[in-house]
């Protein structure tokens, strides 16, 4: 048996269930003046049978079905209440709709009001009944027939709710804490307060929770469950948290407390939904449409996978859909699909990951995608969210909060797909990161072709440094992280070699017609004599009778060896004179506040080919800030 039990009520207007309750209870549900003054319960009421068991009171009215789904989806059984008199009404249907794609098919069917009704048409009702509860295969239901005002069969329908509770299971959730708000208000001298379900875990007085969508942090000043204080609330329980330093407007229904880091807020999720049986009209795909899911209700686009182009009626379907504004959800959770306008049922289904990736729209793709994300391995769950994120690493808390499960277990899942090689673990800003060997693998191939393919095209050319890589691979979106640890294990594999920063294929030898230590000294030599107008390249090599080409390689050698400096095209400066410029520089801006370009052009004596390139090039590096005729002292000198 649970320790704690939530019963929900569901039925169409006016069909009696909060009269049920008080006849079962003694408590009147129906708390707002509006309810009283209309006689329809329109908000969530809450009646306790006794200490441990809580009745939740929905709204019936098709207007207020998103306050019965806020109730509906905490529940452990329901009562489905339907009037004598009326039979089977279109909120009926809606209601056990709701029911079914919260998966809550636990329930007793109450039949009220049979004092209005003769035993001829209370035989006509119950047939009806019969043939829906078929429908849906609930048809081993019980079925008790009462009158809410008259007290008939009423100490029969409580022998069967008693019997509901004791058969109940204790909640087993290994998820971590989660309550779902769906009432915010403030007591004079405690300050703001929500009440709400525990879904899963405990929270403690004292605690520190985190309030989502919004990402407050907040602390928990006291505890109440089922009506009286406490010092903890458990899985289960209907509680009223009161928290310290938050306003009412802070927090509201549709929020969600949890402990600081353990999910996050959505903005879009994959899950598979199924369609109601009866269509009232025809849904295009991409549609706009109200999603509910927890106590939160949200407009969102929903976007299915098939090629049909409108939806069909009691038909699965795999979605995404991308919400205006963010809610919380966690992977596992049931979500219902309402029309915009007008406002009806459309479809229920389950969330299976949370800000998703983007899935292609390829059959093969999707289809192996959501076979794999639905599997009860979370081990294979796991190795499925990270494949999906390319070469994006994902962090192990974004994976925590993806799978919403006992981070032990997600740990031990890592640990377990790290030693079969399916995943590779990185490090990024001090956190782990992880992902998939296979696309690692196919970035290893891709350097590797890129600085072969160079290789064949410049053989005189010593290979690539890792800018120049990233560049021409066509992994630009990819994190220097990612590449870093890329050529890292090219390297430590002998698959590539490195020489002061230039990669190249291990087995590359560079093709030039002279010694190259010979030629770098003859280049250096001369690019020291000429201070700031040295000779392009092209006169370079006649000088020294080579191919333009060959020179440039080893120019862009001497350049990544820090003995030269690339200005401009094919201007290139020697180390000393660069060294001799910053000090001047500096001791000139020591008593100066400006330099006038032609001081600056007269130190350098180069003409202007020269000088306007090194004047940006200075500006460039922020060794020099430009103001008008003048240059300025910039940070970096």
């Known amino acids: 048996m649970k320790k704690h039990t939530i019963i929900g009520t569901a039925g169409h207007i006016d069909h009696g269930k909060t009269a049920v309750i008080r006849a079962l209870t003694g408590i009147d549900a129906d708390r707002l003046k509006e309810e009283k003054e209309r006689g329809i319960t329109i908000d969530i009421g809450f009646a306790y049978w ?10 019936g009215h098709e207007k207020f079905i998103r306050n019965m789904v806020a109730g509906v989806n905490t529940i452990d059984f329901f ?7 009326d039979g089977i009404m279109p909120q009926t249907v809606e209601h056990l709709d709701i ?41 081993d239901l019980p079925r008790v027939k009462v009158s809410a005002v008259s007290g008939k069969n009423i100490d029969t329908l409580r022998e069967i709710i008693e019997q509901k509770i004791n058969a109940l299971e204790e909640n087993t959730s290994i998820r971590p804490f989660r309550l779902l708000v769906d009432r915010s208000f403030v007591v004079k001298g405690f300050g703001t307060v929500v009440t709400g379900t525990v879904i899963s875990d405990q929270l403690n007085k004292g605690d520190d929770i985190e309030i989502l969508p919004s990402g407050l942090n907040k602390k928990v000043r006291g505890l109440q ?16 948290v009161n928290l310290q330093g938050i306003t009412k407007i802070e927090i509201t229904r549709g929020d969600v407390l949890i402990k600081p880091g353990t999910l996050c807020a959505v903005n879009e999720f994959i899950g598979t939904l199924r369609s109601v049986r009866h269509l009232p009209v025809k849904i295009v795909n991409r549609a706009r449409v109200r999603v509910y899911s927890g106590t939160a209700e949200r407009i969102g686009q929903m976007i299915w996978y098939e090629t049909n182009k409108l939806m069909e009626p009691a038909q699965d379907y795999h979605v995404r859909i991308k919400l205006e504004t963010p809610f919380a959800a966690a992977r596992g959770d049931a979500f219902l699909v309402r029309l915009n306008s007008p406002i009806v049922t459309l479809a229920g289904g389950v969330i299976l990951e949370i800000n998703p990736p983007k899935i292609p729209h390829k059959t093969e793709v999707w289809k192996d995608y959501f076979e794999l994300i639905q599997s009860a391995d979370e081990t294979m769950v796991l190795q ?16 925590q909060q993806k799978m919403f499960t006992n981070p032990e277990n997600v740990r031990a899942s890592l640990d377990t797909l790290q030693k079969q090689k399916k995943i590779r673990k990185i490090s990024i800003k001090g956190a782990d990161h992880f992902l998939s060997e296979i696309h690692f693998e196919t970035l290893l191939k891709q350097i590797e072709s890129t600085l072969d393919n160079f290789h064949k095209k410049s053989p005189h050319l010593p290979g690539l440094n890792a800018r120049e890589i990233v560049s021409s691979s066509g992994y630009k979106w990819v994190s220097a992280e990612v590449f870093e640890a890329a050529l890292k294990k090219l390297l430590n594999s002998g698959r590539v070699k490195s020489e002061k920063n230039i990669y190249s294929i291990f087995a590359f030898s560079l093709r030039v017609s002279k010694d190259i230590e010979t030629v770098k000294q003859d280049i250096l030599t001369c690019l020291t004599a000429q201070q700031f107008s040295p000779e392009p390249p092209d006169q370079l090599a006649a000088r020294m009778d080579m191919p333009v080409s060959e020179i440039q390689s080893i120019l862009k050698l001497l350049v990544n060896e820090g003995q030269i400096f690339h200005i401009h095209q094919d ?3 020697h180390q000393s004179a660069w060294n001799d410029l910053l000090q001047f520089l500096r001791t000139y801006f020591s008593d100066h506040d400006q330099l006038p370009v032609a001081d600056l052009k007269d130190y350098i004596n180069t003409t202007r080919k020269y000088a306007i390139p090194l004047f ?11 103001s008008g005729d003048f240059r300025k002292k910039g940070h970096r000198l």
């Open 571 to 573: 201007f290139y400066l």
């Open 225 to 240: 469950a089922h009506g009286h204080e406490s010092d903890e609330v458990r899985a289960g329980d209907r509680a009223a």
């Open 99 to 139: 029911l079914n794609f919260f998966n809550i098919r636990n329930g007793i069917i109450v039949i009220n009001k049979i004092d209005l009704v003769d035993a001829e048409w209370l035989a006509l009702v119950e047939d009806d009944i019969e043939n829906m509860l078929r429908s849906y295969h609930l048809q």
């Open 50 to 59: 006794r200490d441990e068991v809580t009745i939740l009171d929905v709204p």
């Open 79 to 85: 009562l489905l209440v339907i009037a004598a008199d």
């Open 616 to 626: 940006e090039f200075l500006d460039a590096e922020e060794i020099t800030l430009r």
């Open 384 to 399: 499925t969210l990270i494949y999906h994120q390319q070469l994006r690493p994902v962090s192990a808390l974004i994976l």
